[in-house]
């Protein structure tokens, strides 16, 4: 692995984690309208329900899934007219994951993936716990800074991770799994996901500036501000 201008709504900081898929859900579905191929609402039900196999385990999350979910937690400019992508093996009409095109070559345009390095991007196939490390610090710009930190040391991490990885323990956004390894390797299941989207949008909202779009005067002679971000 070488993963080296539309208000798309307001995400509220006391939002619990358990809510973000629909808040995504609900934006997806203002861009593209409620979802028409099985694809795009096996994604959903997957997302919001947790769907798990036979034996109870979770059903790992795939590159197109995330690529959604990451794109729109950043914020980034979304062209839903796209029907090529720049990558080989991500298509339209793929019945798989033709529906995230346009939200992985915004990913791809804001440098928060490159893809597997041989011109594709292999959207069906799993993505990996410090993948996921390395999206997420990319989507808050630290792209740079991750490059330069005092990676992690675990065993379970690849030598390109480390950074990623060891930045996204430290802000937060993701956790240590069970024992003393992150599981860098290990395929990110939906709870990790939405725990990390979660506090990744957190601080992208509290990073954004604030501007004063309105003002009232109300009860009490006070002026009241309204603040949005930029």
């Known amino acids: ?25 609900d934006i997806y579905m203002s861009l593209f309208g ?17 769907e798990t196999k036979e034996d109870g385990t979770s059903v790992p999350m795939n590159r197109a899934q995330i690529s959604v979910v990451v794109a729109l ?27 995230a095109l346009p939200f992985i070559e915004a990913l791809k345009k804001a440098g ?11 959207p069906a196939g799993h993505i990996t ?30 030598d390109w991770a480390r950074g990623y990885v060891g930045l996204a323990l430290e802000l937060g956004l ?8 992150f599981g860098g390797r290990d395929p990110v299941d939906p709870g990790t996901l939405i725990s990390g989207a979660f506090e990744t949008k957190k601080m992208i909202e509290v990073s954004q500036p604030l501007e004063v779009s309105g003002a009232e005067f ?6 009241e501000l309204i603040l949005t971000t930029q």
């Open 129 to 158: 716990t410090e993948q996921l490390a390395a999206f997420l610090v990319r989507a808050l710009g630290k792209d740079d800074e991750a490059k330069e930190f005092d990676g992690s040391k675990d065993g379970s991490v690849s």
């Open 174 to 181: 993701l956790v240590s799994g069970s024992g003393e390894s």
């Open 1 to 25: 692995e070488t993963e080296g201008g539309e208000s798309l709504g307001t995400f509220q900081s006391d939002v619990q984690p358990s809510t973000v898929f629909p808040y995504i859900g």
């Open 218 to 223: 109300v009860s009490g002679n006070k002026l």
């Open 73 to 99: 937690i950043a914020g980034l400019d979304v062209d839903p007219s796209l029907e090529n992508s720049s990558f080989s093996d991500v298509k339209t009409d793929d019945p798989t994951s033709g529906y």
């Open 34 to 50: 409620r979802p028409s191929d099985p694809a795009g609402l096996s994604f959903w039900s997957d997302a919001v329900l947790g």
């Open 112 to 122: 928060i993936t490159t893809g597997k390095g041989d011109g594709t991007f292999d």
